[in-house]
């Protein structure tokens, strides 16, 4: 399946920690992005990687592409309460497939 | 501003009914979704609506059918409503027909009882 898959499923942390989710996924891709949804609410994109770029940076977000290994990394520096969220990664070929997600927890 | 907007927010009805989802998008964009998110949190595309086209995920049962009146609409009817049709729905749009960052709408919570 093009989709990805999340990892870990849930992780806890401390506010002012770094916190790495990655994800994987089986085939092809024109490119890679991740969003985070609140609870309840619907999702917002943060980031997009395309197929061609290995590394790119938004504001505390780190996003890595390494398309030998099918897998992404999203790394947001120095958490906050307010970055507790779900977060997810989808893969574009033909269409948008996304995974399941991790859930992030910033204590303060 | 509401970039994409979605009615109701919450949906109780019970099986057998037939009930509609409305969205609305004032982006401009040329291409809307529809999604399911299921309890797991599981997001899987439902449709895509691009001038006209039309792409329906194959898993998606017949009884759900979008209607799009204009470009920047794009409802969703569900007829003959399951209990497995109990989960939130979410339109999306886009700039251009897939590969470009979605708007997601805020959901539709929906309950068959």
């Known amino acids: 399946s093009q989709q990805g898959e999340e990892d870990p499923q849930a992780l806890s942390i401390q506010e002012g920690e770094n916190a790495t989710m990655n994800c994987s996924y089986k085939?092809?891709?024109?490119?890679l992005q991740w969003y985070r949804q609140n609870s309840g609410r619907g999702l917002v994109h943060l980031i997009l990687?395309?197929?061609?770029?290995r590394e790119k940076h938004s504001g505390r977000l780190r996003v890595t592409l390494d398309t030998s290994k099918k897998s992404s990394s999203l790394l947001i520096t120095a958490s906050r309460a307010a970055d507790t969220a779900s977060y997810f990664c989808a893969t574009v070929l033909n269409d948008m497939r996304f995974g399941a997600g991790t859930r992030l927890t910033v204590k303060p | 501003d509401t970039a994409v907007s979605q009615t109701p927010k919450y949906l109780v009805t019970q099986m057998g009914n037939d009930k509609s989802i409305k969205c609305e998008q004032n982006l401009g964009h040329d291409t809307m979704y529809w999604y399911k998110q299921d309890s797991k949190k599981f997001l899987k595309i439902m449709f895509s609506?691009?001038?006209?086209?039309?792409?329906i995920n194959e898993t998606v049962p017949n009884r759900f059918s979008p209607k799009s009146p204009d470009k920047a609409h794009l409802n969703l009817h569900i007829n003959s409503l399951e209990l497995g049709d109990s989960a939130v729905y979410f339109c999306?749009?886009?700039?251009?027909?897939?590969?470009?960052?979605?708007?997601f709408g805020p959901g539709t919570r929906l309950t068959v009882t």
């Open positions: 990687i395309r197929s061609n770029e």
């Open positions: 085939t092809s891709i024109n490119n």
């Open positions: 609506y691009n001038n006209k086209e039309l792409i």
């Open positions: 999306a749009s886009s700039q251009v027909s897939q590969g470009t960052e979605q708007y």
